[in-house]
C-alpha cells in the first residue's frame, strides 16, 4: 500500500509543478523514477519512453501509466494516472471557473510569457540527457529525422514504424550472426 500510495504521490507532484504539456514533465518524471526513487534504470526508462511515445495519447500521461505498470501493475497504473490527472484536472476547473475574469490579464499573460523560457528548457533537457548515450552515427539520424518532421510536417508515426521495424530487422540480423 506505501508503494501504491508513493507513486500517486510522485505522479501528484510532477502532475502540479510542470507547465508546458507532456514533454515537459519527462524530465521531472526521469528525476523522480531514477535518480530519486531508483524504480528504474535509465535504461528502463528510456524503453518505457520510447512506448510512451508510440502510444496513442500523451506522453506524460502514458509515461506514467507504463511507470505505475511497472512498479505495481494495474493499481500502480491507476494510481500513477490519478496522480498526473488531478492537478491538472483541477487547474483547469478552476481556469474555466474564473477564464472570463483573467483572459485579458496583463499580469497573467505577463506570467505566462515569462514561463516560455522555462518550458522550453524543460523539453530541451531530456532530449539532450537521452542523446548522451547515442553514438554520432544515430545522432545523426536523430537530427536528420527530426529536421524532416519539422521542414516536411511528415507524421513522426511514420518514423517511428520504420525505427521499429528496423529495429526488429537488425536484432533478426544479429541473431543469425550468432
Known sequence: MRLLFDIFWSFLKIGAFTFGGGYAMIPLIQHEVITLRRWLGEGE??????????????????????????????????????????????????????????RNNVWVDAAFRGMRPAV??????????????????????????ALVVWYFAISPVWFLLVGAVGGVLWAAYQCKKC
Do not use: H
Open 45 to 102: 526508462f528510456v524503453e518505457l519512453l520510447t512506448l510512451a511515445q508510440a502510444a496513442p495519447g500523451p506522453i506524460s500521461l502514458n509515461t506514467a501509466v507504463f511507470v505505475g505498470y511497472k512498479m505495481r501493475r494495474y493499481s500502480g497504473a491507476l494510481a500513477a494516472v490519478m496522480g498526473v490527472v488531478i492537478p491538472s484536472f483541477v487547474i483547469i476547473l478552476i481556469v474555466a471557473m474564473f477564464f472570463a475574469d483573467i
Open 120 to 145: 522550453v528548457a524543460l523539453i530541451v533537457a531530456p532530449i539532450v540527457g537521452l542523446a548522451r548515450g547515442m553514438n554520432a552515427w544515430l545522432m545523426a539520424v536523430a537530427v536528420a529525422v
